[in-house]
């Protein structure tokens, strides 16, 4: 199954050059297990499906850990017909999807509890969207069982959900949200933005 | 049909807000047409489907008019089936969307060819997801025929498609796009960023 995501680091500072230079280390540890690819936009990750949020969560605590208001926006997708099937693109973890709602609402919290503590609070607003045919309304709402559950809910707005807390438990709120619901090999599409150090954070 | 948008600006620029608050007049002309709600993360516009892209593109020129380089981020929505049908969400101009597929695809070009020149050049991302049932892949096979002849299309990237030019031309193409193709009354989303000034385009 294909799965990837367009990422994009915004420092808002007159440094921001310097800012994602500095933080652009923190995707290191990936770079065996990505393809990485770099425009005036964006930056393609394309990998393994459950490493995708650690990923850009490391990436964002670098950039946020400078000090500077920062967000991060990712296009993250997996299962896209269109796309090749990609070895590269094999899950790390074992993960078991496609248990039982029940169950996948109880590991989907474990797994929130298990995340590691960074420091560095953020604040997320994300949309998921599961697209083409064999995803069940149960699951979308199974989904939103285990948001309000996750310890890192904030509320339901127009169009998206916002979270907020520590980001280890907010990007592995976002990871289950993206694995663990709808068809295990379907179509999802999921449309983030991560803030941290903002001036007006309510 | 409800229709809307959580817009996010990132001057990248230790006077972000200086930027910001100097482009939010940009606005006031839409604030009659549009219920507005703005929190740390991103500013809600619900209104007609019609003027949320021109609202959108004149936030952005007279941000990115200030010289710095900046990034707007939307997540856009329309007809979503959870969400009340508001009268304010009425379209300003009649549009006869649902026309034959050949037909649309004239009329959107035309309409880019009549939008306005801003001078200012921008590079755009989007993805344009097709929700729920009702979606006819001819409608979607008919928007990329417009895309590829709208005159600012950039190329393919996974998980999106990129656009260049002027920024009218730009937010008329993404307009066409979310407003003619699909079904007239169905659930379309579309994940949206815009830059300018950066120091990286190529």
New interface residues.
Partial sequence: MFS???V?L?????D??GVILGAIGALEPYRSTFRIET????T?L?GPPDQLFPAMRDLFVSAAGQGV?C?L?A?V?RG?PG?PDDPICTPVNDSHYGQPLAEGITAAIEQVGAAPQTGQIV?A?F?L?P?G?GHHMDEIYGCIEFLKNSGVFDRS????T?LRGDAGAVFATLSEAFLRFGAPQGHV?L?L?V?AN?????
Same sequence: chains 1, 2.
Avoid: R, W
């Fill in positions: 990837g995501a367009q994009s915004y420092p808002m500072t007159d921001f050059v425009d005036d936009i964006s393609l394309v208001h967000v926006a296009t997708s896209c796309e604040a607003q949309s969207y697209l045919s707005k127009n169009f998206c916002k599409a449309d933005k803030s903002s001036p007006t954070a309510i």
